[in-house]
């Protein structure tokens, strides 16, 4: 079986792929900055000793990771014997046909490569550091409007990239995922409401007074004013359309956000 380090292992999708790879009986070496197998990306250090005789590896770059780090990681790779890696991009990079600067460091690498470009979460909405607090407090503002997202379900990325990770077939791809139907904020609140039985509500904030709220709340300035920029292009309607991604990869459709409130509601993550 394969040794394949995940890094991000404690995140929304790295916390899913690896009790996956696990379950399929390859060795798993899950990387974080607080893990046993340390990575942090401050600290170059700690980066060959998790690329050690690993070899795939499953690629989450911060947001802020300059483009330098990313070619050094690949090239630390490649020397370290790793011959497949799959990256957790965005959809929707390469509109203009070229190779975002993003995924060109693992694109030009000569390694086996698949790119997972998945629109919003829909575990959005029961993260702590995201939608939960406000979905709690019964109204979640945002600069989206009524615009439509088709909110992906992380459990669907993770099943793809377990794919890519452990079968061929998948090099040389690139995967945009969502769900199978794109929906309003004001819809996905709703949907969740009704299944918890509360009034759940919507509510338009323009760019600044969300930045602003953001920064009050803790958050950097330029982490916040992406935020800000991503969910104005969902109002702009620059997201309402379906990808097909998880059915090439994996011959099935997609969660919808249905079926993710219907498995998330009985946690009472959403009962305050």
């Known amino acids: 079986m394969t040794q394949i380090l995940v ?59 300059g483009l330098p780090e990313r070619a050094e990681l690949v090239s630390r790779a490649k020397a370290a ?23 060109a460091a693992v694109r030009e690498s000569g390694l086996e490569w ?6 919003w979460f829909s575990q959005d ?28 379900d992380v459990e669907d990325i993770a099943d793809v990239a377990v794919a890519a990770l452990t079968d061929d077939g998948h090099a040389g791809r690139i995967y945009e995922l969502s769900g199978p139907r794109a929906i309003t904020f004001s819809e996905a609140l709703a949907l969740i409401g009704a299944a918890v ?41 620059e997201d309402d359309y379906i990808s097909t991604g998880v059915q090439e990869a994996l011959g099935r459709a997609s969660r919808s956000f249905e079926d993710y409130v219907r498995t998330v509601a009985p946690t009472g993550v959403w009962n305050p």
């Open 7 to 65: 890094l991000g292992a404690t995140g929304k999708t790295g916390s899913r792929i690896v009790p996956r790879l696990t379950s399929l009986g390859h060795t798993v070496r899950s990387a974080s900055r607080s893990a046993e197998i340390r990575f942090d990306w401050a600290d170059r250090s700690t980066w060959d000793q998790a690329l050690a005789d690993t070899e795939a590896v499953y690629f989450v770059p911060t947001e802020t990771l």
């Open 197 to 237: 039985g509360r009034e759940l509500h919507h509510r338009h904030q323009d760019l600044a007074d969300y930045v602003a709220a953001q920064v009050a709340a803790g958050h950097d300035v330029a982490d916040a004013e992406a935020v800000a920029a991503f969910l104005d292009g969902i109002r702009l309607g």
């Open 125 to 152: 909405f029961s993260a702590p550091d995201f939608f939960l607090p406000a979905v709690l407090a019964g109204e979640l503002a945002t600069p989206a409007g009524d615009g439509r997202e088709p909110f992906v």
């Open 81 to 103: 014997g790793v011959r497949r890696i799959v990256q957790l991009s965005v959809r929707g990079l390469d509109a203009d046909g070229g190779v975002p600067e993003t995924e």
């Open 114 to 119: 698949t790119m997972l470009r998945p629109c």
